[in-house]
């Protein structure tokens, strides 16, 4: 991973009140990292930093890029999806009330947070630090316009791991779905909502005994979210396939 000392860096916007600075320090504090002051910082190609703002919302920055937490275009996918009953990840998935769902990638949490409304709990995995602290700071206390999505964040649960370990130390069976959306191997510069995670993003390709593991955790389904020239599709035999041929995105449902 991409670290720019041996400790991450907590500060400020400029010109910072009490509450900010206090909130940069606790941060520093929680997560083992050091306080700077903003002004003693200079922004440069090496350095990147967490900041706390006048709202008190953390995001990550460096000289030429931010990653900071909002919902994307979830309120227009729930909604297109209540209108005409189509979203491939809804469909692909089929959420219960009742479902437990793990997502092993979480980024974001675009994708959780829609899921999570239709059911009980989202457990999602984040390996990369500076993107599971941005979203674990901030999507309960997101300034969510719509009350679905404030309520689907608070059955997110938001853990910083890698799934290929995670993987190992689940009992069979555990999860009512498990759903893997890793970083395209062949990307989509397109995807504006993903460009702010590429910098720090963690790039793990999915394999075979991944898949095998991803299987024996599930009760009910595993579904995979992939290009469909990525190499994930040539490892398993996927009961269903669908997505955009426009696009070129496809979500896989291994059924159990
Ligand atoms: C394409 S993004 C996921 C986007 C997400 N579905 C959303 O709705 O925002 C893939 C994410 O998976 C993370 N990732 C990649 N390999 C991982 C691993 N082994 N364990 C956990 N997270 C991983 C990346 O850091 C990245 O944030």
Request: glycine fraction near 8%.
């Given at each position: 991973m991409v670290k720019n000392s041996s400790k991450w860096i907590f500060t400020t916007s400029h010109k910072p009140n009490k509450n900010q600075i206090e909130k940069a320090l606790q941060l520093a504090n929680k997560y083992?990292?050091?306080?700077?002051?903003?002004?003693?910082?200079?922004?440069?190609?090496?350095?990147?930093?967490?900041?706390?703002?006048?709202?008190?919302?953390?995001s990550f920055q460096w000289?030429?890029?931010?990653?900071?937490?909002?919902?994307?275009?979830?309120k227009i996918r729930l909604n297109n999806y209540l209108k005409n009953g189509i979203d491939y990840l809804i469909n692909a998935v089929s959420p219960q009330?009742?479902?437990?769902?793990?997502?092993?990638?979480?980024?974001?949490?675009?994708?959780?947070?829609l899921l999570s409304h239709?059911?009980?709990?989202?457990?999602?995995?984040?390996?990369?630090?500076?993107?599971?602290a941005v979203v674990v700071e901030n999507i309960t206390n997101y300034d969510y316009k719509e009350n679905w999505m404030k309520e689907a964040s608070k059955k997110i649960e938001v853990i910083n791991s890698d799934f290929k370990n995670f993987l190992n130390e689940q009992k069979e069976?555990?999860?009512d779905v498990v759903y893997c959306d890793p970083m395209f191997e062949n990307p989509q510069y397109k995807s504006s909502s993903i460009n702010p995670l590429r910098k720090f993003a963690r790039y793990d390709k999915i394999t075979k005994v991944d898949l095998e593991k991803m299987v024996k955790i599930a009760k009910k389904k595993v579904v995979i979210k992939a290009?469909?020239?990525?190499?994930?599709?040539?490892?398993y035999n996927f009961d269903k396939k669908n997505g955009s041929k426009k696009s070129g995105v496809f979500f896989g449902v291994i059924e159990k």
């Open positions: 083992g990292g050091v306080y700077l002051e903003r002004n003693k910082l200079q922004m440069n190609k090496e350095n990147f930093y967490f900041v706390i703002d006048k709202k008190l919302s953390l000289e030429d890029g931010k990653l900071f937490f909002h919902p994307s275009v979830s009330k009742s479902d437990i769902i793990l997502d092993l990638t979480l980024g974001l949490g675009s994708d959780a947070l239709f059911c009980k709990e989202v457990v999602g995995l984040e390996a990369s630090f500076p993107i599971y069976e555990s999860y290009r469909s020239n990525d190499s994930v599709w040539d490892l």
